[in-house]
């Protein structure tokens, strides 16, 4: 009894050690976010300065617009291609799937460095892109599409086809067959690709850098005011991301919880 005890409380320690390491760095930076005195926050003195200057800082504004296009744009090509790629694979079983599978997770494998130079490279001298938004989201798109597609496969690999074969023996063309028959029943796998690739692409600093030129990001802004050492302002970025993601994850447990969205399906 008394092992069984030692054990559940090592357990409990673990698990709390584990969830202050996973979110002390983001209370840590909510807190100082507030504070006047950024470098030792204690005793603490509480003020709203370093929001109110991330607000009167214009170049945020249109960082935060410029991330949210890549990501958008991003999310769109990449759930697309995903979700065409594995609808391919999985229906039509072709010959050496596997190795067409590969291809699309060969990005995984690859440094984002490199995708960033190689794409600027294909872009601009294959392509005639310069640098811009566009060609930040092509970048973006090649290595979100790989977890995408991991996603997508995911859910697709449970999906009894044969209600495809039933409604197109009953007369729909295989466009009406998507829409009404396996879109409904697989769009949670595409939304999940959206997000992953919206939030790889939104966070994203080396690809978007190298085919963004002069346009700024909210991550190369960031990495730009490191130089200079950490702003006020980037404590007051961090916390509102944190935030939103919290208020987003908060969003779809009460969701998933009551029922108006389901992440599965009856088989």
């Not at 300065?49 to 991330?54: A, G, N």
């Not at 800082?57 to 949210?68: A, R």
């Not at 496969?153 to 009894?160: C, F, G, N, S």
């Not at 302002?233 to 987003?248: P, Q, R, T």
């Amino acid at each position: 009894m008394t092992a069984l005890r030692i054990g559940k409380g090592v357990q409990i320690l673990l698990l709390a050690a584990l969830y202050v390491f996973l979110y002390g760095p983001i209370i840590y930076i909510t807190y100082v976010s507030f504070q006047a005195n950024s470098v030792w926050p204690f005793p603490p003195e509480f003020t709203a300065k370093h929001y109110i200057s991330l607000w009167n800082e214009e170049n945020y504004h249109s960082g935060f617009v410029n991330s949210l296009a890549i990501g958008i744009g991003t999310g769109v090509i990449a759930s697309v291609l995903a979700t065409m790629a594995a609808v391919a694979i999985l229906k039509y079983r072709v010959r050496r799937s596997v190795y067409i599978a590969g291809l699309f997770l060969m990005p995984l494998f690859i440094a984002h460095i490199l995708i960033g130079v190689s794409s600027l490279m294909f872009n601009k001298m294959l392509l005639g892109l310069p640098g811009n938004i566009f060609s930040a989201i092509l970048a973006n798109a090649t290595y979100a599409t790989a977890f995408a597609f991991l996603v997508v496969v995911a859910q697709l690999a449970r999906y009894d086809w044969r209600l495809d074969e039933a409604a197109m023996v009953f007369g729909a063309t295989p466009g009406t067959t998507f829409r009404e028959v396996t879109f409904p029943l697989i769009w949670p796998a595409i939304l999940g690709a959206f997000i992953v690739s919206f939030l790889l692409a939104f966070n994203n600093l080396e690809i978007s850098f190298y085919n963004l030129g002069a346009t700024p990001t909210l991550p190369t802004l960031a990495w730009g005011s490191l130089r200079h050492g950490v702003s006020e302002e980037l404590y007051a970025l961090a916390a509102l991301i944190n935030v939103a993601v919290f208020i987003f994850l908060g969003v779809m447990y009460v969701l998933l919880r009551t029922g108006v969205v389901r992440l599965d399906y009856k088989d």
